[in-house]
């Protein structure tokens, strides 16, 4: 699959200071690869360089070095935006005009006609779920969630192929998040490539196929999300769950294996083991105690897990 | 219906018409309510005070305060055009979508000039009734030719504080623009003190000052209009065209610095 985004080492330099100005490098050298009909989550504390990332991505602001293609063409070409969408952080619209209003002063600038710009309208207005009574009011009369799901609105009109969302989720209550992870993941069926930056890791967990987490404006990993999970450097770790039996009848037993831990649960108990070919022996433990065996599987690292090692402050752990 | 745009003049009329309506809904029409009932009252008390001279006294006020409003709109809202939009950050959604920043900053223009040219035709429509109210119905024709001069002064006043504001606050551009207003308006004097001048360097300084600055007492027929006279056909095709010329070399400059400009 071809890639839709491609980034070529892309540093931005921002300048500081009004006499003696100082150079701050918000992004050094980001190099990153989204292939197209995904969900590519883009990850990172405060200040990692998302939203310069997205930023620079829109010519919003330019790159001190290095460059980057959108659907293989140049970002400084601005026709190329006929074919994405964008949702920026907080979005900021004009505030004297109603949400239809706004639609169709956008549905212009992509030429289409009245009736194109209407149909285009209501269809999105309704998928966001603002409720149509608010389609008449003036911007400046809106919540932060009902003004989220105009910029999610927007960034649609033109049907794009590839949507950058800068923090889609922000401001919406929880029965908003659902509906709009579910926008999103409707538009992924339809062929549309995401990439998503957020700092909400489970709608990146429920959603995304692919992340790059950066750090100080660096790549500090990236990749298949469930690739990341299982290979992040850790040791594999199985976790066996058995029932019928309390953890203080087979502890001593387990404590036996080596590296092997047990924590209690009700009517029953965890067992987490570092070598599969330890199976047996917890097994004939449990059913000699009087238990029997529910789950095998493999413990997974969590993302918040994956999230805070890769953007805590420790350099060592860049890769 | 996907991966469209729109062609480049309706990219830019689309962005004018916003900004007309903007500045409708901003209520910057409003100082149309202040001048008719300047005018009516002027017309109505003015002319009994100066004994006959109702007419000249309209022209003369009607037409002062309409450049003094015009003015006063041109810079204000001149000056906040662009910087507003940056400053709220609409300009983030704009720019994502298939328009320059050329096209954006032509577009803000020429809807700033679309208010104005409603507010002084709405003001000359003022002052002509005013003139036939008080029986002047031939002076009512003959102040076009000198209100549509005013309108063509004030988008050079609006392409300069654009300019100013492509790289500079607010406040700061429209004291800017402010100068350049004054000085443009007495830049025959301007000249004229420069060629009384013994040091060359000096001479040099206030003659570029004149020639760089734009020469807006090219547009200045208020008085003469008062009086009854309207002004020869080349001098309004000249003015006209001096303005159009200057407009394009300003929003030129707008547009380079503007190109350049990293929306943080």
Request: proline share 3%.
């Amino acid at each position: 699959m071809e890639y839709v985004v491609e980034i070529s080492d892309l540093s931005k330099d921002y300048e500081t200071g009004f006499w003696k100005k100082k150079r701050v490098r918000a992004l050094d050298g980001l190099s990153l690869n989204v292939r197209g009909g995904q969900i590519f989550g883009f990850l990172g504390g405060n200040g990692a360089g998302k939203t310069t990332t997205i930023k620079l991505l829109m010519s919003l602001i330019f790159p001190t070095e290095g460059s980057a293609k959108i659907l293989g063409r140049d970002i400084s070409d601005v026709q190329m935006h006929s074919r994405i969408g964008y949702c920026p952080e907080n979005p900021y619209f004009y505030d004297y005009l109603t949400a239809i209003e706004l639609m169709d002063h956008f549905g212009r600038l992509f030429g289409y006609d009245a009736a194109q710009r209407r149909l285009r309208t209501e269809e999105l207005l309704m998928s966001v779920g603002l409720h149509e009574k608010d389609w008449k009011k003036q911007l400046r009369k809106y919540s932060k969630g009902m003004l989220q799901r105009v910029g999610l609105a927007q960034s649609l009109i033109n049907e794009p192929e590839i949507i950058f969302m800068d923090e889609p989720m922000s401001g919406l209550d929880p029965v908003g998040r659902r509906e709009i992870r579910e926008l999103i993941a409707g538009l992924r069926e339809k062929g549309v490539t995401i990439f998503m930056s957020t700092h909400i890791l489970s709608d990146i967990e429920a959603l995304c196929d692919e992340v790059a987490i950066l750090r100080n404006g660096k790549l500090a990993a990236s990749g298949n999300l469930s690739d990341l999970l299982e290979n992040s450097g850790e040791e594999r770790v199985l976790e066996v769950s058995v029932q019928g039996v309390t953890a203080d009848t087979i502890r001593e037993a387990v404590e036996f294996i080596a590296g092997a831990t047990i924590f209690s649960k009700p009517n029953g108990a965890n067992i987490q083991i570092l070598d599969e070919n330890d199976i047996d022996a917890v097994l004939k433990i449990t059913r000699e105690a009087g238990g029997h065996l529910t789950s095998i599987q493999p413990l997974k690292q969590s993302l918040e897990e994956l999230f805070v090692k890769e953007t805590s402050s420790d350099p060592k752990k860049l890769k | 219906m996907a991966n469209e745009s729109a062609r480049l003049p309706s990219r830019i009329l689309t962005i004018s018409r916003n900004a007309f309506r903007e500045a409708v809904r901003d209520r910057i029409l409003y100082n149309l309510i202040l001048f008719v009932l300047l005018i009516t009252a002027s017309a109505i008390f003015l002319g009994e005070l100066s004994a006959g001279q109702e007419s000249r006294v309209i022209v003369n006020l009607g037409l002062s305060v309409l450049l003094i409003f015009g003015t006063f709109i041109s810079i204000f809202v001149g000056v906040s055009l662009v910087w507003k939009e940056i400053e709220k950050r609409t300009v983030y959604s704009i720019f994502s979508k298939p328009i320059g920043r050329g096209e954006f900053i032509v577009g803000k223009y020429i809807g700033l000039c679309l208010t104005l040219l409603v507010n002084v035709a709405i003001m000359g429509i003022g002052v002509s009734l005013a003139l036939v109210y008080v029986g002047n119905a031939s002076l009512a024709g003959k102040i076009w030719p000198a209100v549509l001069l005013i309108f063509f002064e004030l988008t050079i006043v609006t392409a300069v504080a654009i300019m100013f504001s492509s790289f500079s606050t607010p406040a700061l551009s429209a004291l800017l623009t402010f100068f350049v207003f004054i000085i443009g308006n007495f830049s025959s004097s301007l000249r004229e003190l420069a060629q009384g001048m013994n040091s060359t360097v000096a001479r040099g300084v206030f003659e570029g000052v004149y020639y760089v600055l734009p020469n807006l007492s090219h547009f200045s027929f208020i008085t003469e209009t008062s009086n009854g006279m309207t002004p020869p056909a080349s001098m309004v095709g000249g003015s006209i065209l001096y303005a159009v010329v200057y407009d394009i070399i300003l929003l030129t400059i707008t547009v380079l610095v503007f190109t350049r400009r990293n929306f943080k």
